[in-house]
């Protein structure tokens, strides 16, 4: 059962999105060469408070953190620690959740520490430019199908994978609802796309082969291949003036 939204439930959505917008925004000053990841954490939870929002990912299906800190080849759900110091060159995917008077809202953004090298930046620019153009097909009377293909589209033709092991989610009064929304597939797939629709689109990019495996701490998902990854997510509804993102400022 895919819930649609009234404009008033789209609105308090707006509100938790902002508060996760600001939370991740902050983190371009909080990360730099030789912070601890847990530092990530200490902010998300004190901004949380400041901003009366509720971390949503720390105690859901036991994860321990309030944000996702993955480093490098990590996918997503890597677990902030005091003995994990970011490095200059690191890329380090954040993502968060908050829930706000009932309703969920789920953003991440993928940011480097100091400067990068290699083919790093442009794994960013390419991973960001698919979540876009994955929101640019969220149009009333577009299936779920147009927003996959779109995005494995835009990463596949720079060479790169889309996992296919985790996927986008409908997202409101809970943080994973229906429908799924893979980063890949045909436009003919999925339900029909209408007004009210509230969707996490987060495409997740590996430089190198699509494999990913879990950690023994349960939870953070690397490549098989120790490429490097990356993850850009947007929560957004559909609307009859189109797609209205509700995870920026
Ligand atoms: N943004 C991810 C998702 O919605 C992260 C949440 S998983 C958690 O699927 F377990 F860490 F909370
Ligand atoms: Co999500």
New binding site residues.
């Given amino acids: 059962m895919i819930y649609r939204k009234s404009a008033a439930e789209i609105g308090l959505m707006r509100e938790g999105g902002k508060a996760v917008a600001r939370i991740l925004e902050r983190m371009r000053d909080v990360v730099r060469p030789g912070v601890p990841t847990s530092e990530i954490e200490q902010e998300a939870e004190g901004m949380s408070r400041t901003l009366g929002i509720v971390p949503?990912?720390k105690g859901?299906?036991g994860?321990p953190s309030s944000i996702?800190v993955s480093i490098n080849d990590e996918v997503?759900?890597g677990i902030p620690s005091e003995k994990r110091l970011l490095k200059g060159g690191d890329i380090v995917g954040l993502?968060f959740?908050a829930l706000y008077q009932g309703y969920y809202a789920?953003a991440?953004i993928t940011l480097p520490v100091g400067e990068l090298e290699g083919e790093a930046e442009h794994l960013l620019k390419v991973t960001r430019e698919a979540l876009f153009k994955g929101i640019e097909a969220a149009v009333v009377d577009n299936r779920v199908g147009d927003i996959s293909h779109a995005v494995q589209n835009h990463v596949e033709s720079h060479g790169y994978s889309v996992v296919k092991t985790?996927v986008g989610?409908g997202i409101g009064r809970k943080?994973?609802e229906e429908p799924q929304v893979p980063n890949f597939g045909s436009p003919e797939w999925g339900a029909r796309l209408k007004e009210g629709m509230t969707l996490?689109i987060?495409p997740m990019v590996n430089a190198g082969s699509d494999g990913i495996r879990v950690l023994d701490d349960g939870?953070t998902a690397v490549t098989m291949d120790g490429s490097l990854s990356a993850h850009f997510?947007h929560t957004v509804a559909v609307t009859a003036n189109g797609p209205m993102i509700l995870t920026d400022i």
Wanted: proline fraction near 0%.
């Fill in positions: 949503a990912f859901y299906m994860y996702c997503v759900h993502d959740g789920d991440a985790f989610h943080l994973h996490a987060e939870w997510e």
